[in-house]
């Protein structure tokens, strides 16, 4: 352990949410660092007794932001709070307000951190495949896995929102304040992952559009008959959560100098509904799955590609997939299932 990780300090927002809770376990597992987590509800006792301190709070709270950042000299900064697809679409305004008022929020106080400190304050962001747009089944078809720069269309307002989040993370990064002589000493050090699908074990997710294949899953390992609510051919890219986290944790201990962009895909596979749901019935032969089509939620992943291509992130800084579904379901998913299922 270096004697500057042995100084970080990560503010960590969203810690009760989903990949909060995943990623806290691997930020304490990993690095000798402080962990500061923050979230509108209360983080649940697992979480919160590996942090160092937590905080219930708003992120668009910018003197509770401030306070945290300045308090706890913070040097990292995950930024997980947010609204997902399907909760953003019944509520895009507060959608708006949580998804690009939090960040500008977090990002406008980094800035000024990093340039207060001559040091710039690292700032990762998880976004999405949402900021995708295909148009339409056949374009999703051709299209095949999509690079960083392609189908950049959202139809969503979380889509549109995790865009434009990264773009002025880009901008605080690059050229904030480009024009001013007292610009500070130091920018901030962005970096985004555009996440597919994640898969988690212990946690059920809740708000997002690419909750049926969880959901699938959760069903059948709690022995309940599961419903789906696009249809079985409905394709988009996956990851289980250890790999999510781990992509997470990678990005950002990445070193600046590989970096030749601040946004990346990162993904495991490519599979349908249907196809995880055979893979389901190999290892629960009892389950069952109805298919309950919401033509609302089906007309979303349609608009989401069926994969990302990673070769860049592969080349940059090395991210490799470590599962394909099959190895995703013997590996990590179902042990980890049963486990959960037993203990509750
Ligand atoms: N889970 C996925 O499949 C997936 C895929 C792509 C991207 N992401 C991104 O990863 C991040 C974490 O996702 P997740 O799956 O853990 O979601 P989640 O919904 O489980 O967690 C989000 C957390 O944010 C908190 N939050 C919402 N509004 C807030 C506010 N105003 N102030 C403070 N906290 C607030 C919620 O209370 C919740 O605990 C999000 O930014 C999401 O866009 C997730």
Known sequence: MTSEAKRRTVLLTGAAGEIGHGLVHGLRTHDDIRIIATDLKEIPEGTRSLCD????????????MQQLIAMHEVTDIYHLAALLSTRAEHVPEIAHEVNVGGTWNLLKLAAAHSASHGRSVRFVLPSTIAVYGMDGAEHKERAGAVSEDDCNLPTTMYGANKLYCEHLGRYYSNHYRRLADDRGAALIDFRSLRLPGVIAAETKPTGG??????????????GHPGTCFVRSSARIPWMTMPECVDALLAIGRADRSKL????????????????????IRTHFPSSSVDYAIDENRQDIVDSWPADVDCSRAASDWGYRPRWSLEEAFEHYIVPSIQTHYAKA
């Open 53 to 64: 301190e937590v905080h219930v709070g708003d992120v668009c709270d910018e003197g509770l």
């Open 209 to 222: 559009t690419s909750d049926f294949v969880p959901e699938m899953i959760h069903a059948a390992a709690s």
């Open 260 to 279: 030749s962009r601040s946004v990346y895909n990162v993904a495991a596979f490519s599979a349908s509904a249907g196809e995880v749901a055979e893979v």
